[in-house]
């Protein structure tokens, strides 16, 4: 009968210690390229990654994760193009701070291929989310109206400038949310 408390209290012990291993295990980095995309991401933009959140400044991150969660704020998913098709923004970096560029790119699955084109370039580490239809207005007056049918990307350096892109069914449109 002692020896079974022994081993008992052994295994307990030893639950407990592992289950506080895993609960302080960081969470698992959702900044994953889709199958496939990764290869033709970096042979497209060699020497560019996702933008992660440890790539944000502490501010920023903060900021991100308080409306975003741990979601990727590099890669997101997005019926862009209204077809239903795999559609993903990205934002790829390169270089480091304070000389860091930054592309917004659009990966369309098209067939057994994928179109990818490059929507901006900027400098920093801006974030990348989409956001329903509807109707946006610009922060301009020459600025016009945008009426998408379709789900929005938004390109936000925070703090400093936020950028709508929305497909028109011919072309994409953006408009400035902040500046």
């Given at each position: 009968m002692h020896t079974k408390s022994k081993i008992v209290c052994a295994g307990t012990f030893y639950l407990f210690a592992l289950i506080r291993v895993v609960a302080a295990a960081p969470p698992p980095d959702r900044c994953e390229y889709p199958p496939g995309l990764h290869d033709e991401i970096s042979k497209k933009y060699p020497g560019t990654h996702l933008v992660?959140?440890?790539?944000?400044?502490?501010?920023?991150?903060?900021?991100?994760?308080?409306?975003?969660?741990?979601?990727?704020?590099?890669?997101?998913?997005v019926n862009f193009y209204g077809d239903g098709k795999p559609t993903?923004?990205?934002?790829?970096?390169?270089?480091?701070?304070?000389?860091?560029?930054?592309?917004?790119?659009?990966?369309h699955q098209v067939g057994n291929d994928r179109e990818i084109r490059s929507l901006e370039t900027?400098?920093?580490t801006p974030v990348v989310w989409r956001q329903g239809p509807g109707k946006y207005d610009g922060m301009y007056e020459e600025e016009q109206q945008i009426l998408a049918r379709n789900p929005v990307i938004v390109f936000c350096g925070y703090g400093s400038w936020a950028i709508l892109y929305a497909w028109t069914g011919a072309e994409v449109k953006k408009i400035w949310l902040s500046d």
């Open positions: 992660g959140l440890a790539d944000l400044e502490e501010y920023d991150r903060k900021l991100y994760r308080k409306d975003h969660g741990t979601r990727c704020p590099g890669l997101v998913r993903y923004a990205l934002v790829l970096i390169a270089g480091e701070n304070p000389k860091r560029r930054a592309q917004l790119v659009v990966a900027t400098d920093g």
